[in-house]
T-cell receptor, first 113, second 114 residues
Framework: AQKVTQAQTEISVVEKEDVTLDCVYETRDTTYYLFWYKQPPSGELVFLIRRNSFDEQNEISGRYSWNFQKSTSSFNFTITASQVVDSAVYFCALSETVGDMRFGAGTRLTVKP | EAQVTQNPRYLITVTGKKLTVTCSQNMNHEYMSWYRQDPGLGLRQIYYSMNVEVTDKGDVPEGYKVSRKEKRNFPLILESPSPNQTSLYFC?????????????FGSGTQLSVL
């Protein structure tokens, strides 16, 4: 069975601090996809990144970076120099077969000015 | 503008009174799905559809029905709502090219069942 664990329920940082959101997943498949979504206070869900299991390259997009490590079944998300606008709930998700998508419980990030 | 539209945004109802939450997308996506979001549980998949007339159960399908008669619409039906179905519901869609693409989400429907 699939499982996604986001052990950090809530994180609070001060603006300009770096912060890492952890995501650990469980799967027996060799082909799978990992995602991160952001849910700002307004409530909508916004796609951030998709990574397939064969691509372990880390990715950087502006202040955001993702570290995918199959050896530890982790797909962690780092925000560098955090800003107040980064305050949101962040969800990690795993998909094995086409159609299903399992989300973690989410990590609420609060960035204080 | 490409979007997924859910209605209503807020809904308060009573136990046992049938209701439908509508979902429509204008991106010609094959795949559509419904999720519920509850505190501490994240988003859980209720039902999904790979195309017209093709639907499958997700992790928490009990008490829900769906239909996919047209490509753009994927309504969620609660025939006899109960208080444990009080939740925030999201509809989502994506294109499908043999791989799991990113989801586009609607704005959500906050449902309260009294």
């Amino acid at each position: 069975a699939q499982k996604v664990t986001q052990a950090q329920t809530e994180i609070s940082v001060v603006e300009k601090e770096d912060v890492t959101l952890d995501c650990v997943y469980e799967t027996r498949d060799t082909t799978y996809y990992l995602f991160w979504y952001k849910q700002p206070p307004s409530g909508e869900l916004v796609f951030l990144i998709r990574r397939n299991s064969f691509d372990e390259q880390n990715e950087i997009s502006g202040r955001y970076s993702w570290n995918f490590q199959k050896s530890t079944s982790s797909f962690n998300f780092t925000i560098t120099a955090s800003q107040v606008v980064d305050s949101a709930v962040y969800f990690c998700a795993l998909s094995e077969t086409v159609g299903d998508m399992r989300f973690g419980a989410g990590t609420r990030l609060t960035v204080k000015p | 503008e490409a979007q997924v539209t859910q209605n209503p945004r807020y809904l308060i109802t009573v136990t046992g009174k049938k209701l439908t939450v509508t979902c429509s997308q204008n991106m010609n996506h094959e795949y559509m799905s419904w999720y519920r979001q509850d505190p501490g549980l994240g988003l859980r998949q209720i039902y999904y559809s790979m195309n017209v007339e093709v639907t499958d159960k997700g992790d928490v399908p009990e008490g829900y029905k769906v239909s996919r008669k047209e490509k753009r619409n994927f309504p969620l039906i609660l025939e006899s709502p109960s208080p444990n179905q009080t939740s925030l519901y999201f509809c989502a869609s994506s294109s499908w090219a043999g791989a799991n693409e990113k989801l586009f989400f609607g704005s959500g429907t906050q449902l309260s069942v009294l």
